[in-house]
Each structure stands twice: as structure tokens, then as C-alpha cells.
């Protein structure tokens, strides 16, 4: 589909580039024609001395000059184009497929995305479907059998349930303005540490100094969310995620630490992508996840004008680090502005 657009486009770029320079041609021919014709008539007003008594000479010449002034012309001029339309077929075609590749990269994403998630909705799906379907046959089925099946299907439910909803959180940060405000980091960070702390006690925050930035708080929140649970979920139970609060130019931020088995080259400039799993071995068990929460929160950092970085290695810690704009060197920029009140 693309290729035929290409063609078609890098056509139409031709055929205005040879109506350009055809119209130039004709105009250039004119006026040359013109000023060689003016010329030679200029020559016999000021030079009557060289045909006297008698301009038919004159005449002859002038014709001659003018013929092979338009014969030299003419051919300068279909050289010329010629070679204005082999080059300019060229650039044409390059600048198609450099005007349509854009298209093309978010048409294949989004049919990428879409293949992915029908095969994220079917996995659960036909999974309850057997289930069900040889309980059904299973006249002697009892009831913790049954209780077991209704816990099976709860949990993927449960999974799909998460998957639409982080869906739409994707489809809404990509169609909806965000209502930024101050942000106090480290006030912010300590909640959530807490909360995650009560079930798994792993999380240890370094440098608790006060950082504000102008951010949506909720999203601020499921970002770094994102980043502590990925963080837990793909390092030893025995080991601790490290949380430190940053300020590097006029950003302010964090960085999340963990030790664990690590990110290999190959996979580290696609963590990001929509249902990518570096290792699928990684996704059994507790570690099951769809692949959207990293490109959830890179998505988020993206509206807010941020950075989020990550290095990693095979069997080397990992660090995700998350740079949003300060709060104050935002206020600073805007002085006429008057902030909200929620703001000061």
C-alpha cells in the first residue's frame, strides 16, 4: 500500500517539478531571444557605418545570429531539464518515502498493537473457555473442583480486567490534556513506598530531600508505581529496590535501582514498546504482565515534557531514572502568569 503512495506521490512531485521548470524554460527563452534580437538591433542604430546604404546584409545576419542563438538555447535549455528532472525524479522519490515513513511507522505500530492485544484478549479467553467447557462435561464434578475453576477464571478476569484498564489510561493520556500542578516528590514517594513496603518491606528511599514539580499528581503517582512494582516483580525476594530523589539541571525526579538477572543489549531499546517482554520465561507465574506498564509511564513522561532513561546489563542492576520539569523553574518562566491558587 505504501509503495503504490510513494510512486503516486514521487509522480505528482514530478509533474509539478516539470511544469516548474517548463514555464522557466519558456520564459527564460523569451526573454533571451528577446534581449539577443534587441541587441543586434541596438549594433545597426549605433553602428550604421558597417552596412551603408543598405540593412538587407544586416537583416541576414541578424537572422543567422538569431536562429543559432535559439538553436544554442534550445539545447542548453532540454539539457538543462533534463537533468533537472532525472534528479529531481530522484529527491522526488527519496522525499515521498521520507514524508509517508511516519505514516507508515504508526500504521504498522498500530496494527502491531492491535494483533498484540487480540492475542493478549484470546490467551485468557480460550483458556476459560476449556476450562468451562470440560467442567461442563464432568458430571461428577465436586465442589471444590468447582470452587478451584471459578478462582482459575476470577484470575483471568482479573488480568483482563488490568488490560482493559491500562488500555484506556493509554488511550486517554494519548486524547486528553493533563491538569498540572505542584508536586511534592518526596511527600508523594513516601505514601507510596509505605504502601508497597506493607506487603514486601524491600523498598529503601536514599536522599528524602524536598522536591517539587509541576506535574499531574496521579499521573506522577501510577509512574512511579510502575517503576517500584517492575522493579520488585524482576529482582531477588531477598534483595532491596534502591529510591533516590534527584535534581539535574532545572528537573527534579527519581531513580529506582534493582539488583536481578538484568536487561540484555538486544532488548533494551524495545522495553518501551507496547506488549514487549524481554524474556518470555519472565512472564510465568507472579511475573505475568502484558508489557504495557513501562510504555505507560514513558507515555506519561513524554506529555510532561520529561526524560526517563534506563541502563541495565545481563546480571547487572537495573536503573530507571525519571527527570520531570521543577516546579520552580517553571514558576520562574512564567511571571506574568498568575498560578493557580492550588499552586502556591
Known sequence: MFKSATLKLTVWYVIILISISLLFSIVIYSIALSEVNARLTNFQQTSPQSFPGDSSLFNIIREAQIHEAENSLIGSLVITNLVIWVAGGVGSYHLARRTLRP?????????RFTSDASHELRTPLASMKVELEVAMRDPKLSKDEMR??????????NRLTKLSHT???????????????????????QTIVERFNKISPRIVVHNK???????????????????????LKYSPANSTVDLTLIKQRQMSGFKVVNAGEGISAEALPHIFNRFYRADASRTGSAKRGYGLGLSLAKKIVELHGGELTVSSAVNQDTTFQVLLPNFNSVQAKLPHMSLPKKLM
Open 209 to 231: 530531600r524536598k522536591l517539587q514539580v509541576f506535574a499531574n499528581e496521579s499521573n506522577v503517582e501510577e509512574l512511579l508505581t510502575i517503576l517500584l512494582d517492575n522493579a
Open 103 to 111: 505514516i507508515e511507522e504508526a500504521h504498522e505500530a498500530q496494527s
Open 167 to 189: 488500555l484506556l489510561q493509554l488511550s486517554r493520556l494519548e486524547h486528553e490534556n493533563i491538569v498540572r500542578e505542584k508536586v511534592n516528590l518526596d511527600i508523594l514517594s
Open 148 to 157: 478451584e475453576l471459578l478462582e482459575s477464571n476470577l484470575e483471568e478476569v
